[in-house]
Every structure is written in structure tokens, then in C-alpha cells.
């Protein structure tokens, strides 16, 4: 019998298969999810519902939704003790947003900045997917139960608007969602650019040098740090303006856990080539267990199948329950 009282809370997060994570999915996102897997009761997916919003290419789409599937586990989630899936094979997801498509403005919709930015990026293909696609990330948090939901700080939006539609909705209907909270992390929360550290780090920038991808070698990670843009100060301490060393500063401390304060002594009267040699290094040595185990993982495709067919079972069990409740409030005829 289940003790109410030792009931873990729910953590869940889903990463786009849009490319190869970067050191900014990795030290915002992932590395959380990785830090919470012990103590939550956990669903972790890859939201290839969400991806085709861009129309990806069919065979890129099956490959990508393997790859990020096989980095999830080489994070060291377990598959058996934590739920990882992949969203497609649980179809209660895109049942859930339809009926909260019908419970969502408009005008709330029209608010998402990332709808915004999105529209402006591709607009030869607007299309009706993007402007829905923060309900049908509410509906792939509310089917869960969910506590805490693990983001970068430019998601945080979408939890507000998935908060509104469930309160929305409990309003109507009495008590069916929880209403989630966002868990963002205080020094990962927004890495930047290394080419141009006021824009956010992004998987999808024209210019490699300007992210670091989590499965860089060593070499190419030491390249771009050392290449990265600073300033002429050549003295390393956090400033507003210092974008380029506040952010070498932030991915320095997320990879070894030293302070700001901490990291001002270490490189009190050093430049800038021994801050960056440093830097590199930590990073080199925070990513390459990720990488030998992504390695050794990609190449057992049977392996990552039925870790996927379990994590399908168990989201859709627990998935499933909230969408029979959910459709019975609404008023669907049940048989
Ligand atoms: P794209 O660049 O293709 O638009 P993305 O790199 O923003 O995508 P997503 O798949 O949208 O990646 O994000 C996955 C997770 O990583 C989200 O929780 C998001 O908040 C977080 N994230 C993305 N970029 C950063 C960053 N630069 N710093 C911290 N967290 C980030
Ligand atoms: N929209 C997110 C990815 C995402 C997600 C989710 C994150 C889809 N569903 C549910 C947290 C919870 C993004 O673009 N990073």
C-alpha cells in the first residue's frame, strides 16, 4: 500500500529533438534534471509533438528523437526507477490540448514571446501549431500532477499561461489539475552567447563558435572558450556590462560549484588566457562523461527501444488517469 504521507512530488520536463543540446540546455535544464531524479518522482521526454511546429525533416525528426532520447539516459536518469519517454507515444498529450485549446484565449496565446520571436524567425510558415504550442506544453505538465517543472528562465512564461489554464479550469469544474511551479536554477538559468553574450545561447545560431554543443570534443569546447568575447579590461570580476565574463563566470561556477567571490580570488592578477584555460577545462571535464556514455548508448538501439516502450507504459498509466477525469468534467459521454 502506497503512504500518502511518503508520496515523492512530481518533477517533469521535456526537451525539444531540434538538434544537438548545448552547454546552455545542458547547464539550465538537463543538469537539474539529473540533480532531481533522486528525490521526485520523475518524467522526463523528448516533446517531438512540439517539434514539428518547424516541419523537420521525416528521417532527421526519427533520428534527432533517438539521439536526444539516448542523452536523456546517458545523463544518468535511470529508466526503471525514473519515467523517460518520448511524447508521441503517449497519445493522451495531444487529446489533453485539444480540450485545453478550447480553454485558452486567444489573447492569452497571443502574449507568448516565443510565439513572437518564432513568428518573426520563419515567417513563411506561421502556422496554427506554434501560435497552440504552450497548451500543448500545459497539457504535457498537467496530465502529471506536477510540482515542479525544471527550465531555463526563457520558459517561464509558458508555466504562467499553464497555471492560468488549470486554475481556469478548476475554477469551472472543481479540483483536476495541480498547479505547477517552475524550478530554474539560479546560476544556469540564462547562458549566453560566447560570440555575442547579450543574446541567449541557442542550439539553433548560424555560427557554431557562438555555442558550445554538449557533445563537442575536447579540443572544439577549448577553441571556442578561448575565442569567446570578453572585454579589454583583462580583469576577471563580475559588473553589469561585463556580459562576456559574467557569462564565462556563470558557466564556471555551474561546472564546479565555486562562488563568485571564490572565482575573484583564483584569477586575482591573472588574465584573461588563464581564466579561459580554466574555464575550458571545467567544462571539458563536466561534459565528457556525457559523452562517452552518449557513445557507448547510441549504438544499442534495442536497448534504447524497449527503454522507450517501458517509459511510454508507465506515462501513459499515470497520463491516462488525469485525461479520463479531465474528459468526464467536461461532460464527454463516458461508455
Ligand atoms: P532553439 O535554440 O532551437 O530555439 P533552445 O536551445 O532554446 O532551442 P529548447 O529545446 O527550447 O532549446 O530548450 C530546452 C531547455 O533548455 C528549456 O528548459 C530552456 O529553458 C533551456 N535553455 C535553452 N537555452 C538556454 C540557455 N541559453 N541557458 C539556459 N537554459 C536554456
Ligand atoms: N517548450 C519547451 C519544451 C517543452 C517543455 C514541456 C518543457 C515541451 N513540453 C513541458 C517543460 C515542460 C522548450 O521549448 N524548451
Redesign the pocket.
Known sequence: MENNQEKKQTV?????PTGTPTLGNYLGALKNWKNMSDGYDCFFGV?DL?SITVRPNPADLRRRTTEMYALLLALGLDPHKNTVFV?SHVPAHAQLAWILDCYTQFGEASRMT?FKDKSEKHPDNVNVGLFA?PV??AS??LLYQTDF?P??I??KQ?LEITRNIADRFNGLYGNTFKLPEPFIGKSGAKIMSLQEPTKKMSKSDTNPKAYISVLDDDNTIMKKIKSAVTDSEARVYRKDGKDGVNNLMGIYSCCTGKTDEEIEKEFDGKGYGDFKTAVGEAVCDELRPLREEYNRLISDKAYLTECMKEGAEKASYTAERTLRKAMKKVGFLQI
Not at 12 to 16: K, M, P, R, V
Open positions: 517533469l520536463s521535456l526537451i525539444q516533446a512540439h511524447q516565443q504550442y500543448l506544453m504535457d505538465i517543472v527550465i531555463g526563457d520558459q509558458h
